[in-house]
């Protein structure tokens, strides 16, 4: 049993000896299921999601930590604090499309990342195989000039999480659908290469990543779907000209 107080946990440690201590912070049923905690070795953490692994809402915040730790007779009879440093689990995303070479076809533009990042065990490493697909959790308030937001579960560098951009054209040929345009771009890869004015790399390992909660991606098309430029909060990774097909 435990009593919580504000950020504090009151714990009774009987028998004495080694504790590991997992802290999970603001996992709730809504948004997240924990399984297999009788077998502490097999606990995980996973986001829920709809049909076809789809995230559409906005699922809170998520926090991690663990510590190894001890309590002897005099622990157990008195009464002694201990820390456990907590980590987010959850990245914020937004997408900004930009155009140049004239007027957009007409169509149908759909923004969504996806990754096998969905799941992890209580030491807070990823387990690889659970895909999730976030969609933006503001389709139904998103105008012309506003970026796709998407919150997604922790980057990693080895996390393939990749962000899809696709044109479906309205306009047909005989009768049938115009084939459309898919962009896919590897997160951590282009994450990876982004470096300051001094050429010093931002993301290019986790500790820096977990450094950083929102990405604010700025990517600029060609009216046929061509990759021009992208920045990533506000430094450039793609100069003009290439292509990501």
């Known amino acids: ?51 076809e692994s789809a995230v559409r809402k906005l699922q809170c915040d998520v926090y991690h ?22 980590y987010k689990n959850t990245n914020n995303f937004s997408v900004t499309l930009k155009y140049v070479g004239g007027p957009l076809p007409d169509g149908e533009v ?13 030491d807070n490493r990823v387990i690889s195989e659970c895909y999730r697909k976030y969609h933006p959790h503001n389709l139904a308030t998103l105008t012309d000039t506003d970026p796709y937001c998407m919150r997604t579960m922790r980057l990693t560098t080895t996390t393939d999480l990749i962000l899809n951009i696709e044109f479906q054209p309205a306009a047909t040929r005989l009768g049938r659908a115009l084939p459309g345009k898919m962009l896919n771009i590897e997160i951590a890869e282009y994450l990876a290469s982004v470096t300051d004015y001094s050429g ?22 060609s009216t046929d779907y061509k990759l021009l430029s992208m920045k990533i909060n506000n430094w450039a990774v793609v100069e003009s000209g290439e292509d990501l097909h």
């Open 200 to 221: 010093r790399k931002l993301y290019d390992t986790d500790e820096k990543l977990e450094r950083e909660d929102q990405f604010d991606l700025v990517l600029t098309l």
């Open 65 to 86: 930590g663990q510590k190894r730790t001890s309590f002897d007779r005099y622990s157990i009879i008195t009464f002694e604090t201990d820390t456990v440093e907590v």
């Open 1 to 51: 049993k435990q009593a919580i107080i504000g950020n504090e946990c009151v714990l009774p440690f009987q028998p004495e000896g080694e504790y590991t201590l997992v802290a999970v912070i603001n996992e709730d049923d809504e948004h997240y299921e924990i399984t297999d905690l009788e077998d502490f070795s097999a606990a995980t953490l996973s986001l829920k999601c709809e049909e």
């Open 110 to 122: 759909t923004v969504n990342m996806t990754g096998n990042n969905g799941a992890y065990r209580f």
